[in-house]
């Protein structure tokens, strides 16, 4: 029983953030209303209220599903053989930008964007904040393997340039979602430019050393 009891409220709380992310979607953050989450996701505004306090709430919660599937996409992606760092990275950026727009809009985005600046400190702001801190650990993780398999050389320090890469990955997240002509593969494009100078280096120094290192297991 208890088991069922736990699906039940998953099942609910799934069928909230649905109901929500559609509304927000139709009608705005702000013109969307909890009664009308709850008449879509067939609860009571009550028990909206007993899983979130507010809209607030209830929009930090889709970021976050958001930022799990990501993840989970992320940490699939890394566990691949890859033969290029910078496409192995041009693929996790892919990943996380192709998913934005799944649950959220660019006027939602702003919003919680927003939110998090102007209340810091807050559940929300802190939640926000580990959000992206995750994100940023991920990509670093990545730079580690690509750095173990021998496609980024060994002196790579892949805290910092996985920190690099992923702050301007957020700042043109920021400018997109502040665009509303924008697409998806226009901002792939830019990051994609951008990242090479911080990736082209240290490919090129590792692909340089792998090269050598044949050469003299051919001589030998």
């Known amino acids: 029983m ?29 013109g969307a209303k909890i009664e009308a989450i709850a008449e879509r996701a067939a609860v009571s505004p009550g028990t909206i209220y007993n899983y979130y306090q507010n809209k607030g709430d209830l929009l930090v919660a889709i970021v976050a599903m958001e930022v799990d599937e990501v993840l989970k996409a992320g940490a699939l992606h890394i566990g691949k053989r890859h033969q290029s760092a910078a496409k192995a990275v041009d693929k996790l950026v892919a990943i996380y930008i192709g998913h ?12 919680a ?61 920021t400018v997109f979602v502040k665009s509303e002509t924008m697409t998806i593969p226009q901002v792939l494009a830019a990051i994609k430019r951008q990242q090479r100078i911080v990736l082209v280096r240290a490919a090129a120094q590792a692909s340089k050393k792998i090269s050598l290192s044949s050469g003299v297991d051919g001589l030998a």
């Not at 929300?124 to 995750?134: K, P, Q, T, W």
């Open 113 to 173: 964007m927003a939110t998090a600046t102007r209340q810091p400190h807050s559940p929300f702001g802190r939640i926000y904040s580990g959000l992206d801190e995750r994100l940023a650990e991920q990509v670093c993780a990545l730079l580690d393997e690509l750095k173990q398999s021998g496609l980024l050389t060994g002196d790579t320090d892949t805290t910092s340039a996985g920190q690099l890469i992923f702050n301007n990955l957020n700042m043109m997240f």
């Open 100 to 111: 934005s727009l799944v649950y959220l809009s660019k006027e939602m985005w702003r919003e």
């Open 2 to 30: 208890a088991g069922l009891r736990q699906r039940q409220k998953a099942d609910r709380a799934q069928r909230i953030l649905a109901a929500a992310a559609e509304l927000f979607r139709e009608a705005g953050f702000e």
